[in-house]
Protein backbone atom coordinates (compact mmCIF):
# COMPACT_ATOMS: atom_id res chain seq x y z
CA UNK A 1 0.00 0.00 0.00
CA UNK A 2 2.82 2.54 1.04
CA UNK A 3 4.13 1.72 -2.56
CA UNK A 4 1.16 2.88 -4.12
CA UNK A 5 0.70 5.92 -2.20
CA UNK A 6 4.56 6.93 -3.10
CA UNK A 7 3.94 6.07 -6.76
CA UNK A 8 0.72 8.96 -6.69
CA UNK A 9 4.07 11.62 -5.58
CA UNK A 10 2.40 11.33 -1.87
CA UNK A 11 3.95 10.34 1.10
CA UNK A 12 1.92 9.48 4.22
CA UNK A 13 1.46 11.12 7.09
CA UNK A 14 1.65 8.77 10.10
CA UNK A 15 4.21 6.13 9.50
CA UNK A 16 3.89 2.29 10.17
CA UNK A 17 5.60 2.53 13.38
CA UNK A 18 3.37 5.38 14.94
CA UNK A 19 0.38 3.45 13.33
CA UNK A 20 0.78 0.22 15.58
CA UNK A 21 1.83 2.07 18.64
CA UNK A 22 -1.66 3.54 18.57
CA UNK A 23 -3.59 0.95 16.86
CA UNK A 24 -2.69 -2.07 18.88
CA UNK A 25 -3.88 -1.75 23.04
CA UNK A 26 -0.50 -3.70 24.39
CA UNK A 27 1.21 -0.74 22.36
CA UNK A 28 0.20 2.05 23.87
CA UNK A 29 -1.09 0.48 27.78
CA UNK A 30 2.05 0.87 29.63
CA UNK A 31 2.94 4.57 28.76
CA UNK A 32 -0.58 5.24 30.45
CA UNK A 33 -1.54 2.64 32.82
CA UNK A 34 -2.12 5.07 35.50
CA UNK A 35 -4.58 6.52 33.34
CA UNK A 36 -6.75 3.58 31.96
CA UNK A 37 -8.27 0.19 33.75
CA UNK A 38 -5.96 -2.43 34.56
CA UNK A 39 -5.40 -4.62 32.04
CA UNK A 40 -3.72 -7.95 31.04
CA UNK A 41 -2.67 -9.38 27.86
CA UNK A 42 -2.98 -13.44 26.77
CA UNK A 43 -2.25 -15.58 23.96
CA UNK A 44 -5.78 -17.43 22.70
CA UNK A 45 -3.17 -20.60 23.37
CA UNK A 46 -3.57 -19.70 27.51
CA UNK A 47 -5.44 -21.03 30.09
CA UNK A 48 -7.97 -18.00 29.52
CA UNK A 49 -10.23 -19.47 32.43
CA UNK A 50 -7.34 -20.39 35.03
CA UNK A 51 -5.61 -16.71 34.08
CA UNK A 52 -8.86 -15.13 34.79
CA UNK A 53 -9.74 -16.53 38.26
CA UNK A 54 -6.44 -16.00 39.69
CA UNK A 55 -6.71 -12.27 38.83
CA UNK A 56 -9.99 -12.35 41.54
CA UNK A 57 -11.84 -9.68 39.54
CA UNK A 58 -15.65 -9.25 39.51
CA UNK A 59 -16.36 -8.42 36.31
CA UNK A 60 -13.76 -8.54 32.76
CA UNK A 61 -13.98 -6.57 29.77
CA UNK A 62 -12.57 -9.02 26.55
CA UNK A 63 -11.38 -7.77 23.60
CA UNK A 64 -8.53 -7.92 21.14
CA UNK A 65 -5.90 -5.81 20.21
CA UNK A 66 -7.83 -3.91 18.75
CA UNK A 67 -12.00 -4.56 18.92
CA UNK A 68 -14.02 -6.12 21.29
CA UNK A 69 -17.56 -8.12 20.76
CA UNK A 70 -20.16 -6.13 19.95
CA UNK A 71 -22.76 -8.68 19.03
CA UNK A 72 -23.70 -11.95 20.34
CA UNK A 73 -22.32 -12.66 24.18
CA UNK A 74 -20.76 -9.09 23.96
CA UNK A 75 -17.56 -8.64 25.83
CA UNK A 76 -18.04 -7.92 29.76
CA UNK A 77 -18.36 -11.63 31.75
CA UNK A 78 -18.47 -12.09 35.49
CA UNK A 79 -17.41 -15.48 35.37
CA UNK A 80 -13.99 -16.67 34.36
CA UNK A 81 -15.70 -20.04 32.92
CA UNK A 82 -17.41 -17.87 30.36
CA UNK A 83 -14.04 -16.96 28.40
CA UNK A 84 -14.41 -19.02 26.04
CA UNK A 85 -17.29 -18.46 24.77
CA UNK A 86 -16.39 -14.79 24.65
CA UNK A 87 -13.39 -15.79 22.46
CA UNK A 88 -15.73 -18.29 19.96
CA UNK A 89 -18.05 -15.50 19.18
CA UNK A 90 -14.68 -13.13 18.48
CA UNK A 91 -13.83 -15.58 16.16
CA UNK A 92 -17.24 -16.21 14.54
CA UNK A 93 -18.34 -13.00 13.91
CA UNK A 94 -14.89 -11.04 13.52
CA UNK A 95 -13.27 -13.96 11.36
CA UNK A 96 -10.30 -14.01 14.19
CA UNK A 97 -8.62 -12.82 17.14
CA UNK A 98 -6.02 -9.81 16.29
CA UNK A 99 -2.68 -9.74 17.67
CA UNK A 100 -4.13 -11.30 21.08
CA UNK A 101 -6.63 -10.96 23.80
CA UNK A 102 -6.68 -7.78 26.34
CA UNK A 103 -8.55 -8.33 29.87
CA UNK A 104 -9.71 -5.12 30.81
CA UNK A 105 -10.84 -5.10 34.83
CA UNK A 106 -14.24 -3.36 34.79
CA UNK A 107 -14.55 -0.30 36.20
CA UNK A 108 -18.26 1.55 36.85
CA UNK A 109 -18.23 4.35 34.13
CA UNK A 110 -21.68 6.43 33.56
CA UNK A 111 -23.67 5.64 30.39
CA UNK A 112 -23.06 7.82 27.81
CA UNK A 113 -20.54 9.85 28.84
CA UNK A 114 -17.18 9.39 26.93
CA UNK A 115 -16.09 11.78 24.59
CA UNK A 116 -13.49 11.61 21.78
CA UNK A 117 -10.26 13.37 21.10
CA UNK A 118 -7.85 14.28 18.66
CA UNK A 119 -4.28 14.74 19.03
CA UNK A 120 -2.26 16.52 16.16
CA UNK A 121 1.57 16.73 16.83
CA UNK A 122 0.81 16.84 20.25
CA UNK A 123 -1.93 18.99 20.76
CA UNK A 124 -5.41 18.01 21.85
CA UNK A 125 -8.46 19.24 19.94
CA UNK A 126 -12.19 18.92 21.27
CA UNK A 127 -15.29 18.34 19.28
CA UNK A 128 -16.71 21.47 19.99
CA UNK A 129 -13.80 24.39 19.48
CA UNK A 130 -15.14 26.15 23.10
CA UNK A 131 -14.95 22.98 25.31
CA UNK A 132 -12.56 22.85 28.08
CA UNK A 133 -10.30 19.57 27.16
CA UNK A 134 -9.62 17.57 29.87
CA UNK A 135 -5.98 17.41 31.96
CA UNK A 136 -6.07 13.48 31.43
CA UNK A 137 -5.85 14.04 27.44
CA UNK A 138 -3.20 16.75 27.88
CA UNK A 139 -1.42 14.21 29.69
CA UNK A 140 -2.07 11.35 27.25
CA UNK A 141 -0.51 13.82 24.40
CA UNK A 142 2.55 14.22 26.35
CA UNK A 143 3.11 10.20 26.62
CA UNK A 144 1.97 8.89 23.20
CA UNK A 145 4.73 9.67 20.89
CA UNK A 146 2.61 10.22 17.22
CA UNK A 147 1.62 12.57 15.21
CA UNK A 148 -2.10 11.70 14.97
CA UNK A 149 -3.90 9.55 17.09
CA UNK A 150 -7.46 9.91 18.81
CA UNK A 151 -8.41 9.20 22.75
CA UNK A 152 -11.65 8.16 24.56
CA UNK A 153 -12.09 9.23 27.70
CA UNK A 154 -15.18 8.28 29.91
CA UNK A 155 -16.18 9.57 33.12
CA UNK A 156 -16.54 6.92 36.08
CA UNK A 157 -19.19 7.07 38.81
CA UNK A 158 -16.54 8.61 41.55
CA UNK A 159 -16.34 11.60 39.05
CA UNK A 160 -12.80 10.10 38.14
CA UNK A 161 -11.95 10.64 34.03
CA UNK A 162 -10.10 7.25 32.23
CA UNK A 163 -9.03 6.62 29.11
CA UNK A 164 -10.50 3.68 27.63
CA UNK A 165 -8.99 3.75 24.06
CA UNK A 166 -6.73 5.19 22.05
CA UNK A 167 -6.68 4.66 18.26
CA UNK A 168 -5.14 5.62 15.06
CA UNK A 169 -6.69 8.88 14.19
CA UNK A 170 -6.59 7.88 10.30
CA UNK A 171 -9.07 4.44 11.02
CA UNK A 172 -11.23 6.40 13.97
CA UNK A 173 -15.04 7.15 13.47
CA UNK A 174 -15.75 10.73 14.21
CA UNK A 175 -17.70 9.88 16.97
CA UNK A 176 -19.73 13.10 18.51
CA UNK A 177 -17.67 15.32 15.81
CA UNK A 178 -18.99 16.88 12.99
CA UNK A 179 -17.02 16.59 9.67
CA UNK A 180 -16.71 20.50 9.32
CA UNK A 181 -14.71 20.32 12.56
CA UNK A 182 -12.31 17.41 11.99
CA UNK A 183 -11.70 19.62 8.79
CA UNK A 184 -10.83 22.56 11.09
CA UNK A 185 -8.30 20.66 12.78
CA UNK A 186 -6.23 20.26 9.96
CA UNK A 187 -5.67 23.95 9.13
CA UNK A 188 -2.10 24.84 10.25
CA UNK A 189 -1.69 21.64 11.85
CA UNK A 190 -0.59 19.09 9.43
Given amino acids: ?40 FYSVDDDLESELK ?39 FRGSIEGGLCVRRVEDFVVASEKR ?24 AKRIQSKFFSVDVVQRFDGVLR ?7 QVSDLVGWSAERFAELWLGNS
Fill in 163 to 169: IVEIGDG
Fill in 1 to 40: MLSVVKKTGASVFTSLSEYLATHYLPNWYHQIADLTPETK
Fill in 117 to 140: YFVIHGKPFAADEDEDIPRIVYEC
Fill in 54 to 92: TLGWERFFIKDYVKSLKTSVGSIIERPSDIGKVVQQMQK
